[in-house]
């Protein structure tokens, strides 16, 4: 068989501080920076993933700072997406309420429909936890969300979570 290799656009959306850029870097660079450093407008970073069917996913992917006044600027960011994850901090109901502006800038901004995977992060704080899975799963049925859960953190979940995503594309090329 031939090496599959399938190009695909991610932006990566959510409230400032639930973790967009810790998730990406536990999934690139293995690691968890403790110290919050804003995501200014957009940081791209490109990584391949190779799917169990061995085809390869060249992501890039696009991590938006999650700041009010850079919303602005997005819609041209969106153009050719491909995917869209969107997390939220399950210890910041706001976050959560957050959630349908992001689809709704996603619905706008980008004709076609395109999956998303909403990412329900920060997982490993228990005790502060304000938003529960039943909450999300029962939004992710109302709009037809892929999900998960993850701790940056901990790095649990995370890999599970772009596994996700590598899948939803290579589905196409892989016989039943």
Do not use: C
């Not at 060249?58 to 009010?68: A, R």
């Amino acid at each position: 068989m031939n090496e599959i290799i399938i190009k695909k656009k991610v932006i990566i959306l959510g409230a400032n501080a639930v973790g967009k850029t810790s998730i990406l870097n536990s999934f690139i660079y293995r690691k968890f920076e403790s110290d919050y450093k804003a995501t200014l407008g957009v940081n791209i970073i490109a990584k391949d993933y190779i799917t169990k069917d061995k085809i390869t996913v060249g992501f890039s992917f696009w991590d938006m700072g999650g700041q009010k006044l850079f919303r602005n600027i997005y819609p041209r960011f969106f153009s050719l997406a491909n995917a869209a994850m969107i997390v939220y901090d399950v210890t910041r109901m706001d976050s959560f309420d957050d959630i349908i502006n992001w689809h709704n800038s996603v619905l706008t901004y980008i004709p076609e429909q395109i999956p998303i995977l909403l990412v329900g992060n920060k997982i490993d704080l228990v005790d502060q936890r304000v938003v529960s899975s039943s909450m999300a799963q029962d939004l992710v049925k109302q709009h037809h969300f892929h999900y998960i859960e993850t701790s940056a953190k901990t790095g649990e979940n995370v890999n599970l979570a772009f596994k996700k995503l590598a899948e939803i594309f290579a589905q196409v090329f892989v016989t039943p």
